[in-house]
């Protein structure tokens, strides 16, 4: 007979997860201070950083999720309990990880966490690296296309703050985190619940401004702030490996169906994949460094974008932190999910990705767990979720370009476009 899970064995649930990530912070534990960047830089770029981590002891973290196995293993099937299970897998593997840092084992904790590029997706086919290559082709088309100058970084970070400082206060109101300006962080712009840091040193376009708080501000301090107000589910506040995929998928996804967006942001995302390939084949920091360069961006910001690929692993190659492949392999996720949303008619679902910091895997638990009344409606949600006639015009009319027979037809076209004469300016 069956065992029933019931609402006992998922707030006990609650109290070990939350006993057990605590002390697993990933990208703090991974941080490099400001002095390496200043001494690379000092030593003209050429050589090797120097880098040392802090020890960590897995062992109470492993010990808590082994009794979440105990516990949960019995409920055959459930989905609740499976996903009280899978996260208790990721808490395991994230302490794991910490405590490999800076050795060749820290590659297969990230893998588990992360994806490799060359990993294959949910379809079972195509693979981030793929599809890198395919949106670096895809915009290699419009090489000679005159998009206009490009728009000038020549916003301030302080410019920056006072749009995000309008932005939150209107959306969060009362609750709302403060936003400053801070000089030294790892990223342009870093949110939680509480507080939004944007990096002094740091410039700005217009569209990056507004893509800032599409994604920092309406998604990661929204889910942040939604998930801090399940009292039943206290896990659904905090950011963890598992939900680092859907989540940053999510905000990139706000971005582009916002407007936000552009070919060059696109790039960047992209590039990120084949350095972590890079790594992963033996590129080394330098190597990785390089390859940076030759984007046309300085040295300060071809350092960062290495930092990333590099934090934890192993700086002569062959062992990176592969969580930068999530941002490409999160939006076709995201996108695909919302358009079986649509396509299914259940905008039920739709706000479940709100409610807090989670998995697109974990929608039929939350469902589960909304049903019992311990799952709360989401408080915050984007405008493009909130008024929803844009995003699903979009969805249904790139389902019916999906399901259309084009080949003909752009055979077709493409004879046209031939037989044209290239028309001066």
């Not at 217009?206 to 589910?233: F, M, R």
């Not at 009319?397 to 028309?423: D, M």
Request: hydrophobic share 45%; proline share 5%; charged share 20%.
């Amino acid at each position: 007979m069956k065992t029933q899970l019931t609402q006992a064995h998922i707030a006990s649930a609650m109290v070990l997860l939350e006993e057990a990530e605590r002390p697993v912070r990933i990208l703090s534990h991974l941080g490099w201070p400001a002095s390496i960047r200043e001494q690379f830089l000092a030593d003209g770029c050429k050589k090797m950083p120097q880098v040392s981590y802090p020890e960590f002891d897995a062992g109470q973290v492993c010990a808590i999720t082994n009794k979440l196995v105990q516990q949960f293993s019995p409920f055959e099937k459930d989905p609740v309990a499976d996903w009280i299970l899978r996260l208790a897998k990721d808490v395991e593997s994230g302490a794991l990880m910490l405590a490999a840092t800076g050795t060749p084992e820290f590659l297969q904790h990230s893998r588990t966490l992360y994806g490799l590029p060359k990993d294959a997706l949910p379809d079972e086919n195509t693979t981030c690296l793929g599809l890198a290559n395919q949106f670096i082709n895809a915009s290699a088309t419009f090489a000679n296309f005159d998009l206009g100058a490009p728009a000038p970084a020549c916003n301030l970070a302080e410019t920056v703050a006072e749009e995000m400082r309008r932005a939150v206060n209107k959306m969060f109101g009362d609750i709302a985190p403060t936003v400053e300006v801070v000089e030294e962080l790892s990223a342009n712009a870093l949110a939680g619940p509480n507080r939004i840091r944007i990096r002094k040193a740091a410039h700005f376009t217009d569209l990056d401004v507004k893509s800032l708080i599409e994604h920092e501000a309406y998604i990661h301090v929204g889910t942040s702030l939604n998930g801090l107000a399940q009292p039943h589910l206290p896990v659904l506040a905090y950011s963890h490996p598992a939900s680092t995929c859907t989540q940053e998928g999510l905000a990139v996804f706000a971005e582009f169906i916002s407007g936000n967006w552009e070919l060059d942001r696109l790039r960047r995302l992209a590039d990120r994949v084949f350095a972590v390939q890079m790594a992963v084949d033996g590129a080394d920091f330098l190597d990785v460094f390089g390859f940076f360069k030759q984007r046309g961006i300085s040295n300060e910001q071809a350092f960062e974008n290495s930092r990333r690929v590099f934090r934890g692993g192993v700086l002569t190659g062959g062992a990176p932190f592969t969580k930068d492949i999530v941002y490409l392999d999160g939006l076709l996720r995201v996108h695909s999910f919302l358009r079986s949303i649509v396509i299914s008619g259940r905008a039920d679902l739709l706000q479940l990705l709100f409610c807090g910091k989670l998995d697109i895997e974990d929608i039929p638990a939350l469902a589960v767990l909304t049903e019992m009344g311990l799952c709360k409606a989401p408080q915050f949600l984007p405008p493009w979720a909130k008024d929803m006639r844009y995003l699903v015009s979009h969805l249904v009319y790139t389902t019916f370009l999906n399901n259309a027979y084009q080949s003909k037809l752009n055979e077709h076209y493409n004879q046209i476009i031939n037989t044209s004469p290239i028309v001066a300016d």
